[in-house]
């Protein structure tokens, strides 16, 4: 069974950055498609970005365009979420999300999800 496992959010002021880190079972980032998403307060859970390994792809939600950064290590089988110029606006609970099949934004599709870690940006 995938397991991942989320860290590095906490409180941050507006402007800030903060680097997100989510840990996976052995061999899992090769393998597997990687992304990120957040669920704010009463709202449905919405994509932020993934990466493709065989293509040196990524992709992000447009709002976070410039700002974030996904990337990750195979020696540490490690997906990191690099935000910078973070706002308000950004304050959600963060997961990391692995998805054996194509490369997709949908929710829906991924297979393994970790338990999130909680980003709280101050104005």
């Known amino acids: 069974q995938v397991q991942l496992v989320e860290s590095g959010g906490g409180m941050v002021q507006a402007g800030g950055s903060l680097r997100l880190s989510c840990a996976a079972s052995s061999r899992t980032i090769s393998r597997y498609h990687m992304a990120w998403f957040l669920q704010a307060p009463g709202k449905a859970r919405e994509f932020v970005a993934v990466?493709?390994?065989?293509?040196?792809?990524?992709y992000y939600l447009d709002s976070v365009q410039g700002r974030f950064t996904i990337s990750g290590d195979n020696v540490k089988d490690t997906v990191y979420l690099q935000m910078n110029s973070l706002k308000p606006e950004d304050t959600a609970v963060y997961y990391c999300a692995a998805r054996y099949g194509g490369l997709t934004t949908v929710v829906g599709a991924y297979d393994y999800w970790g338990q999130g870690t909680q980003v709280t940006v101050s104005s």
């Open positions: 990466v493709s390994w065989s293509s040196e792809r990524t």
